[in-house]
């Protein structure tokens, strides 16, 4: 998919993360093209992946405030 498409089908913030998740910096030249070998399912299965990281972060986050 092209970074183009994927923020049409998932929206610019979830283009932000895939960006952030791939380089975690601003080289996105290199990342547009390893979007380009992404098919949408696997865009969306990365997506989920990331949800999953963020959601174990938060909770990880709530127990060390206990």
């Given at each position: 998919?092209t970074?183009?498409e994927i923020?049409s089908?998932?929206?610019?913030?979830?283009?932000?993360?895939?960006?952030?998740?791939a380089?975690?910096n601003p080289?996105h030249?290199l990342?547009?093209?390893i979007?380009?070998?992404?098919t949408?399912?696997?865009?969306?299965?990365?997506?989920?992946f990331?949800?999953?990281?963020?959601?174990?972060?938060?909770?990880e986050d709530e127990?060390g405030e206990k």
């Amino acid at each position: 998919m092209t970074p183009e498409e994927i923020e049409s089908k998932f929206g610019k913030e979830a283009l932000r993360r895939l960006y952030d998740s791939a380089l975690n910096n601003p080289v996105h030249d290199l990342v547009n093209r390893i979007f380009h070998y992404q098919t949408e399912e696997q865009i969306a299965d990365w997506l989920d992946f990331l949800d999953e990281i963020n959601a174990e972060y938060d909770a990880e986050d709530e127990e060390g405030e206990k």
